[in-house]
C-alpha cells in the first residue's frame, strides 16, 4: 500500500465542544496518522463556499457554510500508509447514527450536519483539498 496525505477538518462544534485535543490524539495514536500541517482558522463564507462547492446544488449548502463559518476549525494535512480510505474509514460514517464504534464520529459527531470532522474522500479531492487550506503543500509524497 502507497503513503498518501490526506486533508482533515476538525470542524467548529467539535473545537467548541473542547474535542480538538481528543481527536488529535485519536489521530496520532490510535490512527498512527503523521500530522504535516496544521492551523486554527475561523473560515470566512467566500473560502468555507469554494471549499464545499462540490455540494453547491445540494439543499444543505447554505446551512452547511453557515456552520463552516460559526467558528474556528482545525485543518491539518495527514500522511500513512492508505491514508485517504484509511482516514475515511477511522472518522466513520457521516451521520453519526450510522458511524461504527469507536470512531471520531461516533464519539464526537452530534449529528449529520455538526459531524465533528471532514476528510478528503478520494485522491483527486485531497489533491485540491490540501491547497485550498495549505497552498504551500500538494498531495504528492516526498
Ligand atoms: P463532510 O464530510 O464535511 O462533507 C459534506 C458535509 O455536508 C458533511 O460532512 C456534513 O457536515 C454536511 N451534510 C451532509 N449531508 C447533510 C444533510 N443531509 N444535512 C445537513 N448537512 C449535511
Do not use: Q, W
Not at 500500500?1 to 496520532?28: C, F, H, Q, S, Y
Not at 447554505?62 to 492508505?82: A, I
Request: hydrophobic fraction near 40%; charge should be negative.
Amino acid at each position: 500500500m502507497a503513503v498518501e496525505r490526506t486533508l482533515l477538518i476538525i470542524k467548529p462544534d467539535a473545537v467548541r465542544a473542547g474535542n480538538m485535543g481528543n481527536i488529535l490524539a485519536m489521530l496520532e495514536g490510535e490512527g498512527g496518522f503523521k500530522v504535516l500541517a496544521l492551523r486554527m482558522e475561523h473560515l470566512n463564507k467566500d473560502s468555507a463556499g469554494k471549499f464545499y462547492a462540490v455540494h453547491k446544488e445540494r439543499p444543505f449548502y447554505g446551512e452547511l457554510v453557515e456552520f463552516m463559518t460559526s467558528g474556528p476549525c482545525v485543518p491539518m494535512v495527514l500522511e500513512r500508509e492508505n491514508a485517504i480510505l484509511g482516514l475515511r474509514d477511522f472518522i466513520g460514517a457521516t451521520d453519526p447514527a450510522e458511524a461504527r464504534e469507536g470512531t471520531v464520529r461516533k464519539r464526537y459527531a452530534g449529528s449529520k450536519a455538526e459531524n465533528a470532522v471532514h476528510a478528503s474522500d478520494s485522491p483527486e479531492s485531497a489533491a485540491t483539498e490540501i491547497p485550498h487550506f495549505f497552498p504551500e503543500m500538494t498531495a504528492r509524497v516526498g
